[in-house]
């Protein structure tokens, strides 16, 4: 299979995982290896002077050898937005930054003004942004315009393991924007969902709570890598187009004629 | 003077952000800074004065979705 193609950077795996919200270190480690995942996002918190909880954190991720995508999780403006990714840049080495600019709280729904506003600070800055969005046209059609070379819609909000809210929109912004990854982002909280994401011509999947929550989440890891797979394959395969009339599979041609 | 680190009010000795940070215990490998809402980058924490009331963010890496 093709690889995945994000900013110049080739991946085999087609999953993106959170690190958050696992029963142990030793867990997220394993799912992350289970799963084969490449990437795994990140966050940055508070820390008082006397923990070294964050050194610590930091040396189990780079000892998974992975590309790091840090995020922008819980900013409520694009000044919020621009000045943790510049922190971001600054102690993870890298000018990835997975944008959220959340505009309520209640919802987390994005707020896509904002995250326009951010992503193109962001861009003029060397930053390569992956921004966290909705289905909506027009505002893939500004984030591109800023210098955006990724999407990451929604499937649903964040933590609602709902899976794909909106097929039609998704595959909306498939069609409309061919050529462009596509990683659905939040939402997702079954491999059928994520099977589907990428069945609909989605390029990757992001996901953390399904598999962090998970009784066993290095199973589920696992689950999930080869729902990713299969719904990959199955798009590329070129699937049935669904129909109203039914039709047998076994031709009728030369069938025996064995009525009374 | 007074200033707020992280959301909590602490009063310090000294006025530059390096010697406000080493003043608070931080001497973690990694960690970023930010005053009053804007990125101070490293190199400039030594020469960056802190004024009465300064609000002080110092984060460090953390597991995220």
Redesign the interface.
Known sequence: MTMLELYGQSFNSRMLL?????PSPSK?AKAVQASKTEIV??????????S????K??DL?KSLNITIL??T?GCYSA??AV?TA???R???QTDWIKLEVIGDSESLHPDTAGLVEAARILSADGFKVFPYTTEDLVVAGKLMDTGCEVLMPWGAP?GTARGLNNEYGLRTLRSRFETIPIIIDAGIGLPSHAARAMELGSDAVL???AVARAENPVTMAEAFAEGIRAGRKAYLSGPMQPSDMPQTSTSLIDKADLRE | MRIIINGKTRKVSNQLLSEILIECGYQQTHFATALNGAFIHKHLRESTRVMPGDRIEVVTPNAGG
């Open positions: 959170g690190t958050a919200r696992y997220l996002t990140v966050s940055l918190r508070r820390e008082a002077g006397s070294y909880a964050g050194e954190f930091w991720i840090p995020n999780a000044r919020e000045t510049q922190m971001a600054e102690i993870f964040i996901l953390n709570t």
